[in-house]
């Protein structure tokens, strides 16, 4: 129901792994490399004297031994081989994980029928802004979230975990949900019935859901709404800047503040999202959801979507 990946300390973990790697990689080149050349050079000059020795003797020589002898004292231990042939990989995947695309799997049905349980999602992670992995601070502003965009983001009440939900309301925005329908800066969301969805993550048994078209600035979107469902939002939580938000039995009112984004869920009924948790901060956002890659359950979901 959260719309959350399960994503944990990978990134930290690559983090570490690259720079393990990497140091390792870049000692073997300036200098471990540099020790086993001149202990093959010592014991080839040694072998050298060794053999004029025998030659002047009479003794015939196998000429193939000195080739033998600078291989074995040249080759790398296994751990530096290891290191110095993953650490590229690593680094490549840490990069384009961190500043180009991330993937990310969908675990829960807050953002059906758009994303299903099992899609398997890229991240655009510059299209926000170019952050720095780890600590996420944003060093090079590039463009802002804009309502419609699908979102991840990191859970405000739990920054180690990745929440994925749509833009509704952007800086500076008054948003209204009475009776299921929105009102953004006063104006009406428009809405389209469309074919009942068929929802089969629920419980208890396969479960029809009415189904709509929303447009959020332009952005044409699916939603589902559960009719035995109150309007209402049961026991919002006392987050941050609550005091911008009413609520009563028809919905909720809140002014979205400055750098701060309201997220609601498509599956409009089954999300905890702003409504309960509040604003997220510009600081925690991931990137914008933009491509599914691969669901091994329905290959047909494969494709780009709104």
């Known amino acids: 129901m959260n719309g959350q990946t399960i994503l944990g ?15 390792v990689w870049f000692l073997d080149i300036f200098y471990f490399a540099k020790q086993r050349r001149l202990k093959a ?28 002898l600078e291989a074995s004292i040249l080759r790398q231990p296994t751990w530096i081989e290891y290191s110095g ?44 802004g170019v952050r720095l992995p780890i600590i996420n601070k944003k060093i090079i502003e590039i463009n802002q979230p804009q309502r419609g965009d699908v979102m991840v983001f ?75 469902r109150p309007a209402y939002v049961p026991n919002p939580d006392e987050f941050p800047q609550r005091e911008l938000c009413s609520y009563d039995v028809e919905g909720f009112a809140c002014s979205v503040p400055a750098g701060h984004y309201f997220m609601m869920g498509d599956n409009r009924d089954n999300s905890r999202d702003s409504r309960y ?16 890659w691969m669901n091994l359950g329905n290959l047909k979901r494969i494709g780009s979507f709104q």
Do not use: C
């Open 85 to 128: 042939s993953f650490f590229p990989v690593i680094a490549l995947v840490f990069f384009v994980r961190s500043f180009l695309y991330e993937p990310f799997k969908i675990p829960s049905s807050s953002m059906e029928p758009t994303l299903l349980v099992g899609d398997l999602i890229l991240v655009n992670k510059f299209t926000y």
């Open 41 to 68: 050079n010592h014991a080839l000059a040694e072998f050298d004297a060794r053999n004029e020795k025998l030659k002047a003797e009479g003794i015939k020589l196998d000429a193939s031994g000195r080739a033998a």
């Open 277 to 292: 948790w509040g604003f997220v901060p510009d600081e925690n956002i991931v990137g914008k959801a933009f491509f599914i």
């Open 154 to 228: 990191r859970y405000p009440e739990d920054p180690s975990m990745d929440y994925i939900k749509r833009v509704i309301g952007v800086p500076g925005d008054k948003i209204v949900y009475k009776n299921k329908h929105l009102i953004v800066n006063g104006k009406k969301v428009s809405y389209q019935p469309l074919p009942d969805f068929l929802d089969e993550s629920a419980e208890t048994s396969l479960t029809y859901r009415k189904q709509f078209s929303e447009n959020i600035a332009g952005v044409q979107h699916k939603i589902l709404n559960f009719e035995d």
């Open 9 to 23: 300390n990978f990134a930290l973990i690559l983090f570490v792994l690259t720079i393990g790697t990497g140091i």
